[in-house]
């Protein structure tokens, strides 16, 4: 990768106008063809740098989700782990080094069919899981800073509201839910695919932005390909009465990805805070945690570190299924 591909990664991550012409904004700011810029972004396409560009959509806004773990006999792991994948509902999928060793996100548009699929895994898979529902978030933003020059991407903590979708809402979520596609006019393409008003479906996606369902439109990159190669889950027992107070003092530094509040279920799992820490080597995200650990007074806390050792599958979510178009 050169300046310009560094550029295209780093800068557009979030805030990417959404407007007829996203792409033009791009390549004017970089003093280059829209042509060329279209084709760099298809080699890191390729390349697996850049998943997709478009939304990320704030989490039980406009479906559900969780997260789930089983524990699997290591000499099953790759069987179990590809019957998991091919449930669309499935968008993470990593072993971690843990008795737990399986975990995976599942997402839906409703809490019915959320259930339908969990239960649909445990039978396909017979296995048991753990299903760990998100009750509060204190930070999500797998955006990278690969300069290392912007200030952190603090998200406000607000009440997560559900809002009932209409037609218009529920028809332009599945059309950007798999990202623009790579062309001079991609809303236009974009509308053609899915029969609707090119205008109709920039105007929805911005309100949908402005009510915060979609909490960033850029570039969304793929750490692994970036050099940060591991990843950690850390996971903490904090007490019930302050577990707010750490979880925010958590999500306000650089290296914490995400921050948020799960559930324990007895006597399985005991731990309530997760952050995701990722870093270039494993040393570096050990000695991350324990400063972060030594800052804040954690050390005495029970936890532990959940290095990933392998993806399995890692795409965006899709809360609402695709139906036919064009």
Known sequence: MDNIDEKIINNYQRNLPITENSFDVIADDLQ??????LDRIKNLKEHGVISRIGAVFRPNT??????AAMAVPKDKITKIAKIINKFTEVNHNYQREHRYNLWFVITADSQTNLNKTIDDIKKKTVHSMLVLPMLKEYHIDLGFDLKHNQAKNINTIQETKKIKLNDVQKISIQAIQQGLPI???PFKALAK??????????????ELQQLYIIRRFGVIIRHHELGYKHNAMWVLNIQDNKVDGVGKKLAKIENVNLCYLRPRISPDWNY???CMVHGKNRQ?????????????????QDSQILFSTHRFKQKGAFYIKNSSHK
């Open 32 to 37: 280059i063809p829209i042509d060329t810029l």
């Open 62 to 67: 406009i479906g559900v989700s969780t997260l």
């Open 183 to 185: 062309k001079k006019k």
């Open 193 to 206: 695919n899915f029969n609707i008003d090119e205008i109709v479906l920039i105007n929805t996606l911005l």
């Open 272 to 274: 309530n805070l997760f």
């Open 284 to 300: 570096n995200v050990i000695n991350l945690i324990n400063k972060i650990a030594t800052d804040y007074n954690l050390n005495m």
